[in-house]
């Protein structure tokens, strides 16, 4: 089972406000992730770390920032919420030397009316 | 542009029956080859993944892949599908040098009748 948590489950927010989405892992990884999931389609990579301070943007363009401030907690960032961004949020870690094998949160679920 | 092709979107079958799923990649050189799966309501899961050896890989719950290299194909098999087995199937792929940027295909939708 793995150690990674997201937080909210879910949340329906109106256009134009910040949110945060969390994550968080408790097995030391130094590698970790955010894609973003639409119904039936292909996880997207939005952004990863590579470890505290290390922040790269995915292969899909994003207006979401992200920090990397603890190695446990990489939060992602929308500072002006819009419907194009309703979508799930899949957060997810990688320790290194596992050869990429990545262990997925929950995810978000993101409504923005 | 670097894909992953899983070419069933939604695959219904009787318990008992037996499952291939299929996954394409257009890379050259070496990968590394994932299978993960989300049962319902669930966090997405590795089911088994293929580094370098044997190119037949078997994975949890009765789960195996078979990398064919010249077919640039990793499908996904089981024998004998249960009702548990219902989930959403995802292929992903990783190049060697590709430092830990993973591609997902679309994913395959399982769903078994009881």
């Known amino acids: ?113 | 542009a670097q894909s992953v092709s899983q070419h069933n979107h939604h695959v219904i079958l009787s318990e008992a029956a037996s499952l291939e799923l299929g996954c394409n990649y257009s890379y050259g050189g070496t990968v590394n080859l994932f299978w993960y799966v989300q049962y319902p309501g669930q966090h997405l899961q590795l089911l088994l993944k293929y580094f370098s050896g044997d190119p037949l890989v078997k994975g949890i719950k009765g789960f195996e892949a078979e990398f064919i290299k010249s077919k640039f194909s990793f499908n996904l098999r089981k024998p004998s599908v249960q009702w548990s087995d219902t989930a959403e199937y995802f292929c992903a792929v990783n190049r060697y040098s590709s430092a830990s940027k993973i591609i997902f295909g679309s994913g395959t939708r399982l769903s078994i009748r009881p």
């Open chain 1, 1 to 113: 089972e793995a150690d990674i948590y997201q937080t909210p489950r879910y949340l329906v927010i109106g256009t134009g406000k910040k949110i945060t989405l969390e994550c968080s892992q408790t097995m030391g990884h130094d590698k970790m992730y955010w894609y973003q999931q639409d119904p039936g389609m292909e996880l997207h990579l939005i952004h990863y770390s590579y470890g505290v301070n290390s922040t790269e943007k995915g292969d899909l363009s994003s207006e979401s920032t992200v920090s990397r401030i603890r190695t446990e907690h990489f939060p992602l960032t929308l500072e002006s919420a819009r419907p194009s961004h309703t979508s799930q949020y899949l957060c997810a870690s990688s320790p290194s030397g596992e050869m990429d094998t990545q262990y997925f949160g929950p995810g978000t679920r993101l409504t923005v009316l």
